[in-house]
T-cell receptor, first 114, second 116 residues
Framework: ETGVTQTPRHLVMGMTNKKSLKCEQH?????MYWYKQSAKKPLELMFV???????ENNSVPSRFSPECPNSSHLFLHLHTLQPEDSALYLC?????????????FGNGTRLTVT | GDSVTQMEGPVTLSEEAFLTINCTYT??????LFWYVQYPGEGLQLLLK?????DKGSNKGFEATYRKETTSFHLEKGSVQVSDSAVYFC???????????????FGKGTLLTVNP
């Protein structure tokens, strides 16, 4: 399998649940990202990992917790979410964490918080 | 700070029409510029990029030229197809502050619908 794979594609969870989103990249890239995409808003960068170290954390609430166990895998652990957290969560990777390196995105996880 | 402004959609065209989606930016440094496309139910895909002034990025019949004097990176295609219906995002990547290597800023996206 090639590219960036995200699972699950759809997730419905209650506000008291704990769940995790998974991302795997098969491109040999060194940087991985989590983005949130909400209707009528620009993409919001949440976290960046470069060489398995977190390099960006854009004021994301602590109910979102990222984990990067190796350069190919990225997780987003979710707990005690709010309805406004419902969105499409996109994972991406890039060759390096440099300005000219384009991002390769997965197809996203559509999250609904009830 | 850096910002990207792209034309508000939606844009509706007939097949074989000419497409322009305007994009302008503000940046403190010398950014790289990108167009990404998102088809329904999918993530974003890189469409084309340009890394310095006067560079032209091109792919699948789409083109955009990095114009430093007008701080623009307009997307064009001479003859659109129904399969081009998607959301198009302009983005810039520049040296970030606060110790980060770079920062990627996206526009809000422009929905394009092409009718047969």
């Amino acid at each position: 399998e090639t590219g960036v794979t995200q699972t699950p594609r759809h997730l419905v969870m209650g506000m008291t649940n704990k769940k995790s989103l998974k991302c795997e990249q098969h491109l040999g890239h060194n940087a991985m990202y989590w983005y949130k995409q909400s209707a009528k808003k620009p993409l919001e960068l949440m976290f960046v990992y470069s060489l398995e170290e977190r390099v960006e954390n854009n004021s994301v609430p602590s109910r979102f917790s990222p984990e990067c166990p190796n350069s190919s895998h990225l997780f987003l652990h979710l707990h005690t979410l709010q309805p406004e957290d419902s969105a499409l969560y996109l994972c991406a990777s890039s060759q390096e964490y440099v300005k000219s390196s384009p991002l390769h995105f997965g197809n996203g996880t559509r999250l609904t918080v009830t | 700070g850096d910002s990207v402004t792209q034309m508000e959609g939606p844009v509706t065209l007939s097949e074989e029409a000419f497409l322009t989606i305007n994009c302008t930016y503000t940046a403190t440094g010398y950014p790289s510029l990108f167009w990404y496309v998102q088809y329904p139910g999918e993530g974003l895909q890189l469409l084309l990029k340009a890394t310095k002034a006067d560079d032209k990025g091109s792919n699948k019949g789409f083109e955009a030229t990095y114009r430093k004097e007008t701080t623009s990176f307009h997307l064009e295609k001479g003859s659109v197809q129904v399969s081009d219906s998607a959301v198009y995002f302009c983005a810039l990547s520049d040296r970030g502050g606060g110790g980060s290597n770079y920062k990627l800023t996206f526009g809000k996206g422009t929905l394009l619908t092409v009718n047969p």
